[in-house]
Structure formats: C-alpha cells, structure tokens
C-alpha cells in the first residue's frame, strides 16, 4: 500500500481546456505518488481523455492553462516524445502495433541506440525484450510475429514497449476493453510488479470491479471537473455510479410516449452475431422487439456488441436467429435484403460507412433510392432533382445546392444528409448508431426531434449512443448490453444512467467470478 | 461526378461571370479540350501539315483501336479497379479469331464471337479473382497480362495468322466516310452509348458508388461485386474487339497486336481526369485524354523531334494532366 500522504510525484494544478467555446476541463487538479495505481473514471464526455492528452503532451503547452509538476519541478510536454524522455509513458487504448514485425521489434520500434550505428542487432533486441518480459512474468516469444498474437497479447507488447524507457509514470487508457477474465488477470499480475518497482500509474477505465480490485485512488471526472476523489479505504461502486452520474447540465429532449398497444414492428429471437475480424465480441442470443412508434435504446460500453446487434440485423456482418419485420419472418444476407424488408441503418463512422466524397450532396442522397426516380434503368433527372430538393427541404440539409461537394460540408449537415438518404424509402424500422456523434449542438436538438417526428409517423426506431444521457432521455425503452449478451431492460421512468452502470457493473462481475472459478 | 449536363444546368439566380467561368473550368473535359486546343495550334504554326488531311486521319484511325479499349478502362476505373491486361488481351483474342477462321475453318462470325468470348472470359477470370479472393488488380492482372503473351505465342507457334478470309479484309478496307472505317464507327458508337450509360442511368450511379466506397455502396444495396466483375468483362470484351479491328486493317493475326497498350490506354485516360482511385472522371474525358496523347504524339513526329523525346513527352504530359487535376479538383470544385 503506497502512503498517498507522501509527496506526489507527478500532478497536475487548475487544468483547465477550451475546444472552440466549449470548455472540456474546467480547473482539475489531480496527482499521482509512486507505485499508486490511481484509476481515473468518468462518462464519455467527462474530460477524461482531454486530461491525459495534457499530460502526455498530445495537447501540448500552451494549448490549456495550468501546471504540470513532476518530482515538485514545473515541466510542460511539448509532444508525446517529449513527455517519454521525461518519464511519462503511456498506452494508447487502440491496439498500434506493426503487425509485419517481431514482438522485440516492436517493443523497441523508433528506439535508437540500439546497435552498431545505423543497423539493429536482432539479437541485442531479442534479448533485451526477453528480459523485459521475464522482469514482468509476460510469457511471450521476442521472435513470434506480431501479427500471430492474440489482441491480448498485443496489448501486452504495447505495455512492454511503454515500460522500454522506464518510465516513472505510465498512463493506461481502458488497458482491458479487449480482453477476457484470465488476460485481465495476466495485465493485473504485471501491473502489480510494476508497482513493486515504484511506477506511479494513471489507469482509465469504465469498469468498476478493475478498479475495486486493483487501484489504491479514484477519482471520477464528471463535466470537466473533479466530481469527487476517494481512497480505496472507501470505495465503494455505489459511490462511483453516483458520483460519474450525478447531477449534470440537463438537456432537452422533445416530449414523446410510445403508443400503447402498437403492433411491432421489428422482432428479433436468438440472434447471434458474428465477430468483426480480431475483436471479441460479437452478440449472441439476442431477443428484442420494436414497435411501431416506438423508440428503443442499445445501452452498453464500447466493444460490448450494441452496434454487432444492428448490424446483424441489417446483414453487414454474417448472423443467425430469426428477424421478423411487421410479423414477416424475412431472411437477411445482405443491407439489400434488410432494405428491401423496409430496414435502414445510419452508420456510426460518416467519413467510412456513409458518405460518397466523390458524388456531389444530391446524389448521396438518391445513391440506392434511385429505382423510383428512373425509368427503363435511366434516372430522370428533373424528377431526382426535385425530391433531392424536398429531401433537403424536409431534413434542413443547408447545401447550396445539390450539386455541393460532401466534403464542405460540416458535420451536422453531412449526418442530416444521410438520415434524407436512410429515410427516402420511408422505412419501417430505422436503425440508428451513434446518430449525433460529432454534430453540433443546434443539429443535435434537430436530430432528436426528427427522430420523435419519425416515431410519430410510427416508424420503430432502434438506438445506439454513447452518451447514456441521450439515450436514456430519448428512449421509451433501453436495453442493456454487455458482453454481447442483453442484461438488462427497463422503460421510461423506470431507472436513469445509474441503472444501466449498475447492470453493466453487475455482468462485468459476474464474468469476473466465473472467470476466476474456471482459472482455479 | 463532373456531369457536363448537370453542372451547365440554368443557374437559378444570376451568376457573376467568375462563378460561371469557374464552373466550365470544373467540367473535367473542358481543361483537357483547351489543353489540346492549344497543342493543336502550336503545332500547326510550325508545321502546318500537321493539320493535312492525310495526318488526321492517320491520327483517329490509331485512336479509335486504343479508343475502344480506353472505353472499358474508364468504366473499369470508375469502378475501383483497374487493367494491365487489356493488350495481351487484345492480342490473344485477335489471333484465336483468326486461328478458328484459317486453322479451325469455322465461319468469319463464329471466329469474331469466339475472340469476343475469349476477351470476355478473360475479363470474367479477373474479375472473379480480384472480387473473390481480393488479390489485388494490379498483380492479378499483370499476371494476366504475361499469361497472354504466352498465350499469344503457344497459339500461334511464334508466326503472324495469315492469310484470313476476305470478309476480314473487307472489314478492315471499308471507307465509310473521310478514309475512316468500321473501327472508328464502332469507337465512337460505344463511346457515345457508354458516356450516356455512365451520366445518366442507375447502373451509372451506382458504378461510381462502388468505385467511391465499397462499403457504403454495399450498405446501400448495391451489389459491388456484381458491378466490378461486370466492368472487368467489359474491358475484356472491348480489348477483343479493339484487338480483332487492328487484325483487319493489318491483314493479319499478328503476334504483337496489342503489345504495349496497357500503359498508353491507363496514361490516356488519366490525362482525361479518370482517377486512379476510382469513383470519378466520364468516358469523354478519357477519350479526350487518349486523343490528346496522340496528337502529342504525332505533332512531334510530325515538327520532326527525334521519337525517343516522345516518350519522355508522354510521361511529362500524364504527370503535368494529373498535377493540374488535383489542383483543379482543389480550388475550382471547392467553390461549387
């Protein structure tokens, strides 16, 4: 147990940062004292990473106001390397490893000095990282190729590659989120002789029983601010559900209520849905049913398989189960199969899944709605331009025209353009991931009340956000996802942000113990 | 999408004469025709018999056999893909042609289907290979493009096909107008028919959709794979019937027919503001491109510039269309 009385020794004093009027960080002090592992928590939003970007010199001095202190001696990071040769590493939460070399290479990947002038000792390296791995009871190849490794393993190498410079301080941003119970078990393990040797840890997490079983601080980062800081004498997850809730800046949602005894209009037993390549997690046994009017919410962290379960429905990644649109069982292979059953879906990634760069803003939106604006195959081009207009008209798409390029646009015009796109064929269930990531706030209050209006008009909506606040004032109704599996639903009024944290908290411990019984 | 038609639309509200200039200037085809305009004079002033009846017909009758391949290219490209093979193609099918006419006996029509089919075959192999198995186009049809030639050789057993039924020659002889024949009425049929297919039909659309972003043609509906196999086809039909109109005007079922179209067809196309990447140029750019490429070409030959400088020409030129393309691109549709 580190004494948290003794000096700290790194900190960090009246942090405050504005991105363009919005103020992320609004005077946070926070600090560290050798071998403490001090877990960092917060909601989306919170300002969690905007922190660890200032102290890692991501957002270099001079970009926010504030000190740093390391040893009691004012620095400021002018870039990521800089923070490193000053003894602050990190690890990214994305795994970025290069996948063509071998694991000493890559510990050791942009490290020079490492052989007789410009060539690399292959050997040296092997060596050296073997003995990295020993110091830390790692039990991987230096020689296996990176790209043979396990997403686990790989984090590990990238925790090695942090370590190569013995830092005094290392940052770990969600060091889990893609591993299972006996790989958590394995990080904890090295964690912990890390901290033997004095390392003081920063660990950024959302889930609670890591920080239970392993920090000795947490202090939780609620809009910009520090909410509260608790020693692990008192902690407690009732606490941190609480106090990462809270009271927060209330925003509006239009007033809306399901109707009662709509027919469904969307129902889905025993799906099971495949992983994307390399992640974990795909869904399995999901049942779920909307209906019509009636708006839904996938509750869940990042990786917990709340976007798999749309796009299993939709047929971009392979599923199986039964998916019944109106009561119709349809079989769907394909987004054009899902299409043709009245499914659409408005991806997350714009700038990936949604938009044509190379087709002017008009026709983004006709691109797969063209069938009813030609005829014998040709587009009638009066008739495209003038539902391209009432589309445009109707959705608040503010381009100059039709012929705009995407490119100019701004984010909320780029997503209100792809909802005129998703809704042209006038869907009977819409699929929504992510629907106001990174638009801005005026086009974020249009989006909420397009979405009731679409309810309205009875189409089944079914959501995915980040932002539990969103979802949970939005939605009539939210389910819970963790692990790719449903854990919990409740209604409107039935429970609040701290309700979906408590069940996923709750799954997260019951794969814990189950982990820990099939290890012992 | 640079649609002539559609960007030209009647503006709705006046527009200053800047703005409507910079609105022909964001017509791809439009720089290229200037460009070549300007090349046409300069070599006319100093050798006025680059403008002889004799040397623009000389001119459009080698466009039109590259033409119609660089036709299919263009799809090809709009689609995300692209083609090396398109010479050995051209060669291989010609010389089968002929072989079924001469060795095989069989009728003129069959053999002209039967280089068809090969062409089309080919096309078909590339494209399943490359959508399939996702090797890349670049190494699949390089491959290809070696797999022809020897091709070429073991049909051929290394000597030109000769001689070949009449009506081959006919095909190849037949004046229809200004000393042009049945290869540049076909050049530009399909041309025209291919640019319309391109502009204004849903097949159209949807090709620059899948050449664009895969993924989100594919999440829209479309089959991607469908229309990228069918371009690669298409290519290798258009190379067969570029191929086997080179055989009539020469006579012949030579073995070096189509040898070294690859890269002309690819550099043509791209001068005419066809993207590499896919997704964006017309098919009148690209003819435009390969029609400026020769008359490079030819006015040097023609001003008397020792031919090894007209290579070094032709690679300054696609380099300096592309350049300017992207500079286009980011200044002058920017304001759009």
Known sequence: MPNTTQAPLFSATAIAKNFGGVQALRGVDFDVVAGEIHALLGQNGAGKSTLVKILNGVHPAGSYTGTIQLDGRPFSFASPADARSNGVGYVPQEIEVLEQLSVAENVFAGRTGLGAGMLVHQRKLEQRAGAIFADLGIDINPRAYVASLTSAQRHLVMIARAIVTKPRVLMLDEPTASLSGTEVDALFAVLRRLKAQGVAMIYITHRLPEVLAICDRATVLRDGQVAVRIARENFNAETFIFSMSGQRLQRLFPEHAAPVGAPTVLEVRHLTVAGHSGAVHGARDINLCVAAGEIVGLAGLLGSGRSEILHGIYGRVAAEGEVRVTGQTVSIKSPRDARAAGIALLTEDRKRDGLLFNLPVGANITIGNLAPLSRHGMVRGGLERSSILTAMRALNVKASSPQAAVTHQSGGNQQKLLFARALMRAPKVLLLDEPTKGVDAATRHEIYRLLVELAEKGVGLLIVASELEELIGLCDRCLVVADGRIVDEFGRSEGGEDRVLRSVTAAQAERHAAAAQVSA | ?336
């Open chain 2, 1 to 336: 999408m640079n649609s002539a038609a559609e960007v030209s639309a009647p503006p709705r509200d006046a527009r200053s004469f800047r703005r409507r200039l910079i609105g022909l200037i964001a017509v791809g085809e439009v720089g290229v025709l200037a460009a070549m305009a300007l090349l046409i004079a300069f070599f006319w002033l100093l050798e006025p018999a680059f403008l002889s009846e004799r040397n623009i017909r000389a001119i459009l009758n080698v466009v039109s056999f590259v033409g119609i391949i660089a036709i299919g290219q263009t799809i090809l490209l709009v689609a995300g893909e692209f083609d090396l093979s398109v010479g050995s193609v051209a060669g291989l099918s010609a010389v089968v042609a002929a072989k079924l006419m001469t060795a095989a006996a069989l009728p003129v029509s069959v053999g002209i289907l039967g280089g068809i089919g090969v062409g089309a075959l080919i096309g078909l192999l590339n494209g399943l290979i490359v959508v399939r198995l996702g090797i890349p186009a670049f190494i699949q049809t390089l491959g290809m493009l070696f797999i022809g030639q020897g091709l070429i050789q073991v049909v051929t057993g290394g000597y030109p096909v000769y001689p070949l039924p009449e009506a081959i020659n006919t095909i190849g002889g037949t004046d229809l107008a200004f000393g042009l024949g049945w290869s540049f009425a076909f050049f530009i049929v399909a041309a025209i028919a291919a640019d319309f297919v391109l502009r204004r039909t849903v097949l159209g659309r949807n090709m620059y959709a899948t050449g664009g972003n895969k993924e989100v043609a594919h999440l829209v509906g479309i089959n991607t794979s469908a229309y990228k196999i069918n371009a690669f086809i298409t290519v290798g039909a258009l190379s067969a019937i570029a191929g086997m109109f080179v055989m009539a005007d020469l006579g012949s079922g030579g073995t070096s027919i189509g040898s070294g179209w690859e890269l002309t067809v690819i550099a043509g196309v791209v001068v005419g503001g066809v993207s590499l990447f896919g997704g964006a140029g017309t098919v009148a750019g690209g003819v435009v491109g390969i029609l400026m490429l020769k008359v490079v070409q030819s006015g040097l030959v023609v001003i008397g510039v020792n031919s090894n400088w007209q290579q070094i020409a032709v690679g300054v030129i696609m380099v300096m269309a592309v350049g300017l393309d992207i500079v286009r691109r980011r200044y002058f549709i920017a304001g759009a």
